[in-house]
């Protein structure tokens, strides 16, 4: 048996489908352009299997965003919040506060190292990302200058390491304990370098011992000239 017909020769089952596809594409715009006359029946069929996709995805979705909202949100930070576990986690300090000891709770939460201080670093990357280009600029510059001027070793007079009388000068006795101690060296090194015998005391005799001794002039020579080596040390 033939399907039945419209007047204007259209196929019957051929509008249920235009007609099922025209539901489906009810709350959906992108679907609004689908010409009916292009819907076949196996097209609708699969746009009804996107409609039952998304009828499955939307109770997953709906949980996931309740189990978000249900999520405990972050505690706020103020002075109960401090106070609470300074009571709770160190109760020294909170006996401390109670007792005047520190005049805030923000204090308290300091010395209990559950707030830390604002470090100068973090200033300067707020402030640089507020300067201007000119300003950054200027502030290396100032940068470079500063680095400069610490890597410059101050400069040392060459002076006597010596009295009239041949006894070492203080300033002298207290730079060479101070190179030794910064290279680590001991008496018989710096003998040594002097280009004595390491074993000759006649230069500590002179530095430490009290009274002191005087020492020969080569040796006055050669420890002005070590110091001054070294001066930078």
């Known amino acids: 048996m033939l399907p ?55 109770p997953i979705v709906a949980t996931a965003i309740n189990h978000l909202k249900a999520m405990p949100k972050p505690q706020k930070r103020d002075r109960d919040y401090y106070e609470g576990r300074l009571r709770d986690e160190f109760p020294s300090i909170y006996a401390d506060l109670q007792a005047g000891k520190f005049k805030t709770v923000n204090e308290a939460a300091k010395a209990a190292g559950l707030v830390k201080p604002p470090r100068a670093v973090n200033a300067l990357k707020n402030a640089w990302k507020k300067a201007s280009l000119a300003e950054q600029r200027e502030f290396l510059a100032w940068v470079r200058s500063r680095t400069a001027a610490k890597k410059t070793p101050p400069t040392v007079v060459s002076k006597a390491v010596v009295d009239a009388d041949s006894y070492v000068l203080e300033w002298a006795k207290k730079r060479v304990e101070t190179i030794m101690g910064k290279r680590v060296i001991n008496e018989t090194q710096v003998m040594h370098e002097l280009g004595f015998k390491p074993l000759d005391a006649s230069l500590w005799k002179a530095i430490r011992r009290s009274p002191p001794s005087r020492i020969r002039p080569a040796l006055a020579t050669a420890l002005e000239e070590w110091i001054r080596k070294y001066q930078h040390v």
């Open 4 to 58: 039945s017909s419209f007047a204007n020769g259209a196929n019957k089952d051929q509008d249920n489908g235009e007609e099922q596809s025209r539901k489906i594409c009810v709350g959906y715009p992108e679907l609004a352009n689908v010409r009916p006359v292009e819907a076949s029946f196996c097209g609708a069929r699969r746009l009804l299997g996107i409609h039952r996709l998304a009828s499955l995805a939307l």
